[in-house]
T-cell receptor
Framework: NAGVTQTPKFQVLKTGQSMTLQCAQD?????MYWYRQDPGMGLRLIYY???????DKGEVPNGYNVSRLNKREFSLRLESAAPSQTSVYFC???????????????FGPGTRLTVL | KQEVTQIPAALSVPEGENLVLNCSFT??????LQWFRQDPGKGLTSLLL?????REQTSGRLNASLDKSSGRSTLYIAASQPGDSATYLC???????????FGAGTTVTVRA
């Protein structure tokens, strides 16, 4: 039981490049989330998916797109990376029953992204 | 705007001392309040979740209290150990949109 896994662990991009961050969970959770963490600012929600087939914007969605590929996988795409997107990105999941968005969230180990 | 604040940003105590970590939130209409631990370079690990109808939750040496009327939660860690050194984050789940709002965290150092 791996929990929440994220790839890659580290990435360096040049301004304007694109990339996709991958996330998968094996806990049969319905809800999945993408956050970014910046020094002194806590975690901020980028996008979330309450259940398979749905996605919604969080607090800071600009410059990102997401895909809920299936129940297990939720990817985050940067179409044209900017230095302001340098951050640590965390994926999380919650809820063992449909709609249990209020359950404890389980986090992946994070992806450290630097945009030059 | 729904804000969650954690003061102080950093705390250093000698081993064996009890830790008291504070979390305040601006909107009392929360669904639950969660405490997480984050080790350097790692993800977040859930410690305790308190439902809005509860006053406290306990797990081993950890106890978290919730006072909705005053917009405060406190995490107590009894008899601290060097292994408790980490950043502790609280997060409030608001009932209107079911999204977690995080505090910036308190970084704890327990000196041996």
């Amino acid at each position: 039981n791996a929990g929440v896994t994220q790839t890659p662990k580290f990435q360096v991009l040049k301004t304007g490049q694109s990339m996709t961050l991958q996330c998968a969970q094996d806990m049969n959770h319905n809800s999945m989330y993408w956050y970014r963490q910046d020094p002194g600012m806590g975690l901020r929600l980028i996008y979330y998916s309450a259940s398979e087939g749905t996605t919604d914007k969080g607090e800071v969605p600009n410059g990102y797109n997401v895909s809920r590929l299936n129940k297990r996988e939720f990817s985050l795409r940067l179409e044209s990376a900017a230095p302001s997107q340098t951050s640590v990105y965390f994926c999380a999941s919650s809820g063992s029953l449909a709609g249990q968005i209020t359950d404890t969230q389980y986090f992946g180990p994070g992806t450290r992204l630097t945009v030059l | 705007k729904q804000e969650v604040t954690q003061i102080p940003a950093a705390l250093s105590v000698p081993e064996g001392e009890n830790l008291v970590l504070n979390c305040s939130f601006t909107d009392s209409a929360i669904y639950n309040l969660q405490w997480f631990r984050q080790d350097p370079g790692k993800g977040l690990t859930s410690l305790l979740l308190i439902q809005s109808s509860q006053r406290e939750q306990t797990s081993g040496r950890l106890n978290a209290s919730l006072d909705k009327s005053s917009g405060r939660s406190t995490l107590y860690i009894a008899a601290s150990q060097p292994g408790d050194s980490a950043t502790y984050l609280c997060a409030a789940l608001y009932a209107n949109d079911y999204k977690l709002s995080f505090g910036a965290g308190t970084t704890v150092t327990v000196r041996a």
